[in-house]
């Protein structure tokens, strides 16, 4: 097939795709404008229902005050045949909102069933009531308000599961409608506990001597459902919910925590241990009212926001919807103009040029190129071609002296980690082994960063018998601080071993320090000496960290206090401290490698818990403590990595002397 074939197939292919991609959009928006045109329905008759529900519950509790008290006014007539007209206001409107929507909903004839039947039960019962209110009735009209609350109840439930049926068919998937739906649902159960309560206290109030233990009991079920009302309503804060719906779900809250909550539970504790509550039942009746108030305006506020959110929605569907039928008829001439542009504009010069390419893409650089007088991006086609063929053979020349520099790189490489690996063997070398001299023994934990470090110790026996030791930590780490330490090694052994009789130890620290070339890195030490004919030892601390001294009955004592690393001030002075070092106890001296070694979230393992962890495992032998400060700073670290090298020393002078191989 010919390139310009294929070109202008792919061409018709990639429009036709555009246009199918486009027309799918549509289909898509139009299935989401028609489900949120379901969802505004769903909404208006939820709205209608949830309204009608809330005024049942209230002319429920109306009526059932009205059944107990012994005179009924004509004003509470009134006020209850108002409350009659609510409900079937709010019902006629959802029976109304449910018949228009049944184009856009499923189900519809089953939920205007359930709600003819709810009115039906309704008026059948307001029947019985007005035949028990009548002021010429004989019966007793206490005896029917328990029956009326529980009928009246059952219908309020009905119209409750005929909401949330609704509900889920249609399912809000926009999280802040989804959130107000959930808190509708909730706000629902919450007000229907309250008003039950409403009545059942009311009663309860009226005679509390005879309140019977089913109806207390029935409070306390409410009580606990409307508090856990409240907890799912809580749950829904950290959704997106608009300020006047968050305003709203705080003051009833405020209401419900600071007066309705405690009074209620107050009377229901009064009533429990058959105390008279310091509260009438109208009281009551007013108080609980105004809570109900509280949660019919969050009610209201929730619907409102959902109302004006569907509603933008919607336009914003129809919005997209046209947007994207225009950009269909757009897409379909754009699509036969590309497919002319291509044939004329790309497809034939391409063709003159495909040749050329072939050619270079051979390596053939003879082949000449046409010429093409364009200022688009097929003459910058054929100016890239021109300059590839010039630049080819320079960027060949080019390749091959990279390759012949990597190949450098890789044995200078390879011989640079040769180096660095015998370094680090021969550095290990200098490391005294674990042994005894006299009755001292000691043993060393070493871990450099990488393969050789700035850390370095020895151990050695003088001519005089005394065993002089020292411990250093060259500033930095890698191969700088390795050779330093390596110069620090030999320069500190043969200060032991040539060390005068009565020449203090921070005399030959002083004279390091004036010794020491300006130009190299500082470094800080432990020089320090074990008397073998008494039980002292003296050591010169110069900014290393203070060791640590065990002693035989587990007490744990640092030595020191820091003073100036070796080689940053001139004429620096040092002192010597002088302390007890009786048979069974230790020396651990340390690098701070050890104490400043994060952890993965940046924290220091510290002196302070170094000390502790000595200190509970003080009875260990040298062995063991090292080993266990090793895991312990592996575990602390998460890692096999160091980022400064790291060395410990631990010398013990033991019970009684035992000879051991000289070292070093």
């Not at 919450?190 to 001597?209: C, G, K, T, V, Y």
Request: charged letters at 25%.
């Amino acid at each position: 097939m010919k390139i310009r074939h294929t070109l202008l197939i792919l061409t018709a292919i990639l429009g036709i795709a555009l246009l199918v991609a486009v027309s799918v959009q549509i289909r898509e928006e139009i299935l989401g404008y028609e489900a949120t045109e379901r969802m505004v329905a769903s909404n208006a008759v939820r709205e209608q229902l949830l309204l009608g529900t809330d005024a049942l519950a209230n002319e429920r509790s109306l009526t059932f005050v009205l059944l107990i008290e012994d005179d009924v006014e004509n004003g509470r007539l009134e006020t209850l045949g108002e409350a009659r007209r609510r409900v079937d206001g709010f019902l006629q409107a959802a029976e109304n909102e449910l018949a228009a929507a049944r184009s856009a909903l499923s189900n519809t004839d089953e939920s205007l069933a359930s709600l003819s039947r709810a009115r039906r039960d309704i008026v059948a019962l307001r029947d019985q009531v007005d035949e028990y209110l009548k002021p010429d009735q004989p019966r007793p009209r206490g005896e029917f308000a328990p029956r009326w609350f529980r009928q009246s109840s059952m219908v309020i439930e009905e119209l409750q599961s005929s909401r949330l049926t609704l509900l889920q068919r249609e399912r809000p998937l926009q999280p802040t409608l989804r959130a107000e739906a959930n808190l509708r649902t909730f706000g629902g159960i919450l007000s229907e506990s309250i008003a039950r309560n409403q009545a059942l206290l009311a009663r309860a109030l009226r005679n509390p001597d005879a309140a019977s233990s089913l109806d207390l009991e029935a409070i306390g079920r409410n009580a606990g459902r409307a508090g856990l009302a409240w907890e799912l309503i809580e749950g829904q804060r950290a959704s997106p919910l608009t300020e006047p719906v968050r305003a709203a779900i705080a003051a009833s809250h405020e209401d419900y925590d600071s007066t309705l909550a405690p009074l209620q539970q107050s009377l229901l504790t009064a009533l429990l241990s058959r105390v008279r509550p310091g509260l009438d039942s109208g009281q009551w009746y007013e108080v609980a009212g105004r809570s109900l108030q509280y949660v019919a305006s969050m009610q209201k506020e929730l619907l409102r926001s959902s109302r004006e959110q569907l509603q933008a929605e919607l336009r914003r569907a129809q919005r997209s919807v046209l947007q994207w039928s225009g950009l269909l008829l757009l897409g379909v001439g754009a699509v036969a103009g590309s497919i002319l542009v291509v044939r004329r504009r790309i497809v034939q010069p391409l063709e003159s040029l495909s040749q050329a390419m072939l050619k270079l893409a051979d390596d053939d650089l003879t082949i000449p190129l046409p010429r093409v007088n364009r200022a688009d991006e097929i003459g910058e086609m054929n100016d890239a071609l021109r300059v590839f063929k010039a630049n080819a053979i320079q960027r060949e020349r080019a390749q091959n002296e990279k390759q012949v520099l990597h190949a450098r790189l890789r044995d200078a490489y390879r011989q640079l980690q040769k180096d660095l690996e015998a370094a680090a063997v021969i550095q290990g070398a200098m490391l005294p082994p674990p042994a005894r001299i006299g009755d001292v023994q000691f043993q060393g934990l070493y871990r450099p960063s990488s393969h050789i470090a700035g850390d370095t110790y020895n151990i050695l026996r003088r001519t005089d018998g005394g065993i002089g030791f020292f411990q250093v930590d060259v500033a930095g780490h890698g191969a700088a601080a390795a050779l330093v330490s390596v110069a620090c090694h030999h320069a500190l052994s043969q200060a032991i071993l040539t060390r005068n009789q009565g020449t203090r130890l921070d005399e030959i620290a002083a004279q390091i320090n004036d010794d020491w070339p300006d130009d190299l890195p500082y470094f800080t030490m432990i020089l320090g000496e074990i008397d073998p004919r008494s039980r002292r030892a003296r050591l010169v601390q110069a900014g290393h960290p203070s060791p640590l001294v065990i002693r035989s009955d587990g007490t744990v004592e640092p030595i020191g206090e820091g003073g100036l690393p070796v080689g940053i001030i001139r004429a620096a002075t040092y002192e010597t401290l002088d302390f007890a070092f009786e048979p069974g106890d230790r020396i651990l001296i340390y690098s701070d490698g050890l104490i400043e070694a994060e952890n993965p979230q940046g924290e220091q393992f510290s002196e302070a818990r170094l000390r502790k962890l000595v200190g509970d495992h003080a009875s260990a032998d040298a062995p063991a403590l090292l080993g266990m400060l090793d895991d312990v700073l592996r575990n602390w670290r998460s890692s096999e990595t160091l980022d400064d090298d790291l060395s410990v020393l631990a010398l013990e002078r033991l019970p009684e002397r035992i000879e051991a191989d000289a070292v070093h």
